[in-house]
């Protein structure tokens, strides 16, 4: 069972930049994925990275201004966000999914996440 946790949360000013940072342990090859979660929201896809590291997807508000990226060796999954608004405020969840990263844009793919950290950016 995979278990993931993320750190780097925090409350910063429309246009600065945060990096999230998502520790996993476990047996597992598996894609990575944050997603988020703003008060009354769905769970929203942000962005995807394949096991390898060599191929990512992002969602359209996103592209542009975050960048994931994966360090095996340190067991961290990294999403940088840069150019911050107002809208990017929620919790980001970062996960895990058996499937193929081109498939995990959905919550519902997900088998397992972690605790989320809180992302506000004022205006």
């Known amino acids: 069972q995979v278990q993931l946790r993320e750190s780097g949360g925090g409350l910063v000013q429309a246009g600065s930049s945060l990096r999230l940072s998502c520790a996993f342990s476990?047996?597992?090859?598996?894609?990575t994925a944050w997603f988020r979660q703003a008060p009354g929201k769905e769970h929203e896809f942000v962005a995807v990275v394949s096991w390898g590291g060599g191929t990512t997807y992002y969602a359209d508000s996103v592209k542009g201004r975050f960048t994931i990226s994966r360090d095996n060796t340190k067991n961290t999954v990294l999403l940088q966000m840069n150019n911050l608004k107002p809208e990017d405020t929620a919790v980001y969840y970062c996960?895990?999914?058996?499937?193929?990263?081109?498939?995990?844009?959905?919550?519902?793919?997900?088998?397992?996440w972690g605790q989320g950290t809180q992302v506000t950016v004022s205006s």
């Open positions: 476990g047996r597992t090859t598996s894609p």
């Open positions: 996960a895990s999914s058996r499937g193929q990263a081109s498939e995990f844009t959905t919550w519902a793919r997900a088998n397992a």
